[in-house]
């Protein structure tokens, strides 16, 4: 990782040092004036803040410098694209310091400062760096494809979405550039603002994913480069055959034309043949009866030239009757003069009596009509009909006509008996607008010659791009060779592949490789983490793994790993030590050999049997067995083992615990019970014998005393009396201690067991034994029972009668009211007998369960001081607990559980 780091530094600082080279050339190229590196000032001063902020990757503040640059950016071009879709700019630029920049380069650029923007405000979590990577590629794609569509002539790439990411190759070089070294200064994601103090990044770099995203782009955009120059080539040439077909076409339509316009001269040379002389209404309706306006559109004048040896005999009238001069002007041997034409409409009466034979470069043309007997075509002309400077270019198409008989033979016969010419006018934008319907979209141009020259452009539908492809058809017609150019207008249809479909080359060629890149940034970037989490689990593996050595080593207890075939393969310090071994000596040996040869079995069943499952005893709980040390003695040990599975190995762990002391502790426990338990046994017999033996004599004592008291009283003097009533009252109070030390005594020696019996029953059992107490103290007794406990029936009756007694003994100035009742707590019932009584001290609520335990004297309020004793010995004996709840004066409450029936709830 440490020598990836400065590699992924370097790269980026050579990437880094070549925007900074490029925006440097582009500031000498303002200085210089070198327009190879120019650059837009918008364009210049965006790109050295963008340098200038990725410069300063190290910098904690570098990413809301980053983030302030790419806003700015951002709103700069976004500026420029809004004013390119408006058709004007909007707010910043059009001249100054923020010339309109290129829709393609604009949002390059734009795509470069969303990447600044994101890296500053966009948390990693929701996928920085790929929307990162994303917007860098993109920048870079239309960087690649507008320097490629500006290397394309423009006639070429000038259509559809090409022309809005047409840059110059400098710009999209640059675009190209910062793009990557966008990807590389920021596809690790950097601290946020609020962690600028960080030092850990929070994503992993990846040279080597950097390096295939970019392969892949390069690649992609080089085939879809390849495939749109292949796709050019291949449309260039089908243009270069569709322009040249149809040029041809036009080419043939325009010669088909202007022999339909000879044949019409020729029928009208027929009228002349067959007439001896031809008037204007004749003429009209000849022009009628071959329909010339509508099947022969395009010619602007039909009419006939008449031959003037005598301008003063010519007799020209015009439509209206009136006499016509011959002009221009000027004495010549011969005068062709117009005498009438067609359509009659202002602008053809301006050619009446016009001499077509005083110009110089029209003569020629008539005499080699009448000379050959043909139809012959004038050099370029101006027409006098028009006055648009556009439509005037054109030609004047003349066959000779001879009144009342055919053409002679001779060439000297025909001039001596030339009636005239007619003639046909058109021109030159008509006749090409005329022949064009429906052919490609093309720029035209007619050469009145063989070769193209500027002097021999007659008409040209629009100018020609220089570089463009040019194609030619020699036309020859009435004695003239013409040429026909065509050139691709600016939209042509192509065949095959037309331009819509190199656009979605283009289109389809960026999205892949924008897809193919994100894909391989994304699974780069799965990978860095992948491989940094894999650093990170090989640490921490290794850290748990030093952890768990440290454990293992400093453990008190022995622990010992062994394989299938009980062959030792760890043991820890404390194990070594117990076993009195060298460190490292029992590695490799049997793990039987642990263990005294009696106790070897146990553990040789278990792999016998495959560890499937272990031997029952060898994994739920510890085992006692007979430890062999390395001298040969042996120490009781617990051992504790557990089965593991690593791939399809199986490997044993035992936990062995040294128990020499325990075991010595646990038999001196023992014998300490079972005195503990001889001398409890022996006391309780000698309390049930006691006070079941001092009943006879106590007995007799105190009837003695009894009789003593009923025969002498008032014989003896008072002393006598008083003497014998205190003997009388001692053995009568120890006759009831013994009574209830035999009671409490009796308390689980019974033999009964407990059963299920009903609290209620047993309640009320108990207040009829204490029938004359209850109704002596007028107490109110309620019982709220429901219940069924395991108890012995005649405990929980004595039970219930120690309390209900107490409550009514050590009652109050007010009426007793005692109050039972029980509530169901998991297992257990929870009993309450609350009364209205004197209350109890708090510091005495324990010691009134101690045994003959009194708080008051024998005159206030009689008895042992036992039955709570009684109470606490019953509860206890079966499994639950009694306490007292009290404040003098205000009654107690008493609680204890006993175990609830398990079928009754």
């Known amino acids: 990782m440490n020598a990836r780091v400065p590699r992924a530094a370097a790269c980026r600082g050579c990437l880094i040092l070549a925007a900074a080279a490029l925006v440097a050339f582009a500031l000498a190229g303002h200085v210089l004036d070198l327009a190879a590196f120019r650059l837009r000032w918008l364009t210049l001063f965006a790109l050295l803040a963008i340098v200038l902020a990725l410069s300063q990757r190290r910098f904690g503040w570098r990413a809301a410098v980053g983030g302030v640059v790419g806003a700015a950016i951002v709103l700069l071009t976004t500026n420029q694209l809004l004013g390119f879709v408006a058709g004007r700019v909007l707010f910043i630029g059009g001249s100054g310091l923020a010339p309109p920049l290129g829709p393609g380069f604009a949002g390059g650029l734009c795509c470069l400062g969303l990447a600044l923007l994101v890296d500053a405000v966009l948390p990693p979590r929701l996928g920085r760096r790929a929307v990162i990577g994303i917007l860098a590629a993109v920048a870079i794609c239309l960087g690649a494809i507008g320097s490629l569509v500006g290397a394309t002539p423009s006639e070429m790439a000038a259509s559809g979405w090409s022309q809005l990411v047409r840059m110059r190759p400098a710009s999209g070089i640059v675009l190209i550039l910062v793009g990557i070294a966008m990807m590389a200064c920021l596809r690790s994601a950097l601290p946020p603002i609020r962690d600028l103090g960080r030092s850990l990044h929070e994503e992993p770099e990846d040279g080597a994913g950097l390096a295939a995203s970019v392969a892949v782009l390069v690649v992609v955009l080089g085939a879809t480069a390849l495939a749109w120059r292949i796709a050019t080539d291949a449309d260039r040439a089908n243009q270069d055959a569709a322009i040249e077909r149809s040029v041809e076409r036009v080419g043939g339509n325009l010669s088909l034309r202007l022999r339909e316009y000879a044949d019409l001269l020729n029928g009208a040379r027929g009228l002349f043949a067959a007439s001896s002389e031809v008037s204007r209404a004749e003429w009209r309706r000849f022009a009628t009866a071959v329909d010339f306006e509508r099947r022969y559109a395009g010619i602007r004048a039909f009419g006939f030239v008449k031959r003037v040896v005598d301008r003063a005999t010519a007799g020209l009238t015009d439509p209206d009757g009136r006499p016509l001069a011959i002009w221009p002007e000027g004495e010549r041997d011969q005068y062709f003069a117009v005498a009438f034409t067609l359509p009659d409409d202002p602008l053809n009466r301006r050619v009446l009596g016009f001499d077509l034979g005083s110009v110089p470069e029209r003569r020629p043309a008539l005499e080699a009509a009448r000379d050959e007997d043909t139809v012959r075509l004038t050099p370029r002309v101006d027409l006098i009909q028009e006055d648009d400077p556009a439509r005037r ?132 970037g799965n990978r860095a983490r992948a491989l940094a989490m894999a650093r990170t689990m090989t640490e921490e593996w290794r850290r748990s793994e030093r952890a768990l050595k440290a454990v293992t080593d400093t453990a008190k207890d022995g622990i010992v790993t062994t394989d299938a075939q009980a062959r030792i393969l760890y043991m820890n310090p404390a194990a070594e030590r117990g076993f009195r071994a060298p460190p490292g000596s029992l590695i490799g040996s049997s793990a039987l050999e642990l263990f005294a040869e009696r106790e070897r079995p146990l553990y040789a069943r278990a792999l016998r049997r495959g560890l499937h499952p272990m031997e029952p005893g060898l994994g739920d709980h510890p085992v006692e067995v007979a430890a062999r040390r390395h001298d040969g003695s042996e120490y009781p040990a617990e051992v504790t083992f557990s089965r593991w599975h690593s791939d399809e190995d199986v490997f044993i762990t035992a936990i062995i615990r040294d128990i020499s002391r325990r075991r010595l502790a646990e038999q001196e426990l023992e014998r300490r019970t079972q005195e503990l338990q001889r001398s409890n046994a022996e006391l309780e017999q000698f309390a049930y014998v006691a006070s079941h033996d001092l009943q006879e004599p ?45 009671a409490y005594a009796r308390i689980g020696r019974s033999g009964k067991e407990p059963v299920g019996t009903d609290a209620a029953q047993a309640a009320r059992q108990a207040i009829s034994q204490l029938t004359d107490v209850v109704r002596e ?61 004197i209350g109890i001290e708090p510091q005495h609520r324990e010691r009134v369960f101690a045994i003959f335990q009194r708080l008051h004297t024998r005159r206030e309020y009689p008895g042992t001081g036992i039955g709570l004793a009684i109470c606490r010995k019953i509860v206890e004996g079966h499994g639950g607990t009694i306490w007292v709840e009290s404040e003098p004066g205000h009654g107690a409450v008493f609680h204890f559980t006993l175990p609830g029936e398990s079928d009754h709830v």
């Open 393 to 524: 270019p054109g030609f004047v198409m003349v066959m000779p006509v001879y009144l009342g008989e055919a053409a002679p033979a001779d060439p000297a016969q025909r001039a001596e008996r030339l009636a005239g010419f007619v003639y046909g006018v058109f021109s030159a934008a008509d006749l090409i607008g005329g022949v064009r319907d429906g052919e490609a979209p093309m720029n035209l141009r007619l050469y009145d010659g063989e070769e193209p020259t500027p002097a021999s452009l007659v008409y040209e539908t629009a100018p020609f791009t220089p570089a463009g492809t040019v194609k030619q058809v020699a036309i020859r017609m009435g004695g003239r060779h013409w040429t026909l150019e065509g050139q691709p207008s600016a939209a042509p249809a192509g065949a095959g592949v037309d331009r819509g479909d190199r656009d979605r080359v283009l289109l389809v060629g960026v999205l892949t490789a924008i897809v193919l890149f994100a894909i391989t940034w994304l699974l780069a």
């Open 698 to 742: 106590l007995r007799m004592v105190a009837s003695y005393v009894q009789l003593l008291a009923r025969r002498y009283r008032d014989q003896l003097d008072a002393d006598a009396d008083e003497f014998i009533g205190y003997a009388v009252d001692g053995a009568t109070r120890m006759q009831r201690l013994i009574q209830d030390l035999l």
């Open 777 to 837: 103290a007028g107490a109110r007794i309620d019982v709220d029972l429901a219940c069924r406990v395991v108890v012995v029936p005649t405990q929980l009756v004595q039970l219930f009668q120690n309390l209900i007694g107490n409550a009514v003994k050590f009652r109050g100035a007010a009426t007793p009211s005692i109050t039972i009742d029980a509530r169901r707590e998991d297992a257990m019932w929870h009993f309450r007998v609350a009364d209205n009584g």
